[in-house]
């Protein structure tokens, strides 16, 4: 058994999944340099709720953000997540804009891009797939992990093995709501590593409290690499912490190699922006701890959140409990989806409808209906004929590929926008954010002119360059 691999989560997904993706790149710069000397197996920093958070709340451009960090990051692999035909959005977009997003964030510095898609849909990853290897980039394929009747270890074993056939150069066992146990991420991974010969690293999220005990586990059984988060920002809905990692395998046959010393320096230098973000009331205590019911009803950390927030705003929060139990029969009646983005919205969303207007399906959103009509790809199991019927009616439910219904996008979209393109990422900008992009480009032409975004002449609605 070589040493265990670490992927640092600290620049993605561990400020995604405690301050809503808030950190900023300045704060990242200054503890670059100490980051890359460590000896990670890869830094993930890109992707995810990144791209949109970078421009909707920090103003700032994602692409600049990852010029920036491969300036400072010189040895170790940068690391990027990709909703497959998703990309960082909400929804399928066309191949050619697939195609020209993945060569630019490898073009940008990307090396290592894990492509995942909420139904397991191979069909929604082999784009991206393809374009990764085509651009140069390592193509990691990704099993969004989740229990049911139907998610059995030979299933995700099934699935890994057609992900290596596609040409995936290694495979992530994705837990995004830390649902994999100990025991069950053993069997797992053993299993998986006599059925496939290229890595399988794993990733899972501390909201349960397994998270990382199951890492533990997973390492005795074989799995090259695992996704921990440096400790001022690990623990609760993030990942489990890096260095306990590092203390706990020294001096076995699984040790890291990794410098306690070096990581404590990163993690004093986190440590003052947990307490900011604690003092502005970023970071809730709340998320910081275990919170069992990710166990009782497969439901992800941040979903948690989105359906106390949903509930709020109708003034329903006495129906908590009732929502928690209508996500599960929800989730069955809907193909048993995987609870990740945008799945995991999608069933939220309807369980809590269901519960607040006091008739199932009664008022059904777009999103189910797409669910339904197959638009989002194939569902682990097929829908009940019956669900189908309350929900669509006699609408014809697709079975091809979703993406194939989507004409080239990419030309129209250059010319939608020729007055704003500084670079050529800003059109791939535009066609994942439309909105959100324009109002950044004005506020960037603005910052240039050091005027006043509102004084933008509303017919041109640009400065002049």
């Given at each position: 058994m070589a040493k265990v691999k670490i992927t640092e989560t600290i620049l993605r997904d561990a400020h995604q999944s405690l301050i809503a993706t808030r950190m900023k790149t300045e704060e990242m710069i200054p503890i670059l340099e100490k980051l890359d000397a460590v000896g990670y197996n890869s830094l993930e920093m890109w992707g995810g709720a990144t791209f949109d958070a970078s421009l909707r709340f920090l103003q700032e451009d994602p692409w600049e953000r990852l010029r920036?960090?491969?300036?400072?990051?010189?040895?170790?692999k940068l690391q990027m997540l990709l909703r497959g035909q998703n990309l960082l959005g909400y929804k399928h977009y066309a191949d050619d804009v697939v195609e020209e997003f993945v060569k630019k964030a490898v073009g940008n510095g990307i090396d290592i891009i894990r492509i995942f898609d909420a139904l397991n849909d191979t069909r929604n990853l082999q784009k991206a797939l393809e374009a990764t290897k085509k651009a140069g980039g390592?193509?990691?394929?990704?099993?969004?992990?989740?229990?049911s009747p139907v998610h059995t270890n030979d299933a995700f074993i099934t699935l890994a093995k057609e992900l290596e056939e596609m040409g995936a150069d290694s495979i992530c066992i994705k837990d995004m709501a830390g649902l994999l146990d100990p025991y069950g991420a053993y069997e797992l991974v053993k299993k998986m590593k006599t059925q496939i010969s290229i890595p399988i690293q794993l990733h899972t999220h501390a909201t349960s409290g397994l998270g990382s005990m199951t890492y533990l586990k997973a390492i005795e059984a074989g799995v090259d690499v695992i996704d921990t988060a440096i400790s001022p920002f690990s623990g609760g809905t993030s990942q489990p912490p890096t260095e306990p990692f590092v203390a706990a395998l020294k001096g076995?046959?699984?040790?890291?190699?990794?410098?306690?010393?070096?990581?404590?320096?990163?993690?004093?230098?986190?440590k003052p922006v947990q307490e900011k973000s604690l003092e502005s009331g970023l970071l809730d205590p709340k998320v910081m701890g275990v919170d069992i019911n990710t166990l009782i009803y497969q439901v992800p950390g941040g979903m948690?959140?989105?359906?106390?927030?949903?509930?709020?705003?109708?003034n329903a929060m006495d129906k908590y409990a009732e929502v928690l139990k209508e996500v599960p029969r929800v989730r069955e009646e809907l193909g048993y989806p995987p609870l990740v983005t945008p799945t995991s919205q999608i069933v939220g969303t309807q369980a809590v409808l269901n519960v607040v207007t006091g008739e199932r399906y009664k008022m059904v959103t777009k999103e189910v209906k797409n669910l339904v009509k197959g638009m989002y790809g194939k569902t682990t199991v097929p829908i009940k004929e019956d669900i189908v019927k309350k929900i669509i009616g006699d609408e014809e439910v697709i079975t091809c590929r979703p993406a194939d219904l989507i004409e080239p996008e990419l030309e129209s979209i250059k010319n939608e926008i020729k007055q704003y393109i500084e670079q050529d990422e800003d059109v791939l900008t535009y066609a994942l954010f439309p909105q959100v992009a324009i109002d950044f480009f004005k506020y960037r032409n603005a910052q240039r002119y050091q005027l006043d975004p509102t004084l933008l002449n509303e017919e041109d609605k640009v400065y002049p360059v």
């Open positions: 920036t960090i491969r300036k400072y990051v010189k040895n170790t390592h193509a990691q394929a990704t099993i969004s992990y989740t229990i076995t046959k699984y040790d890291t190699g990794l410098d306690i010393n070096l990581l404590n320096d990163i993690a004093e230098h986190f948690l959140s989105n359906l106390v927030s949903q509930l709020k705003q109708q």
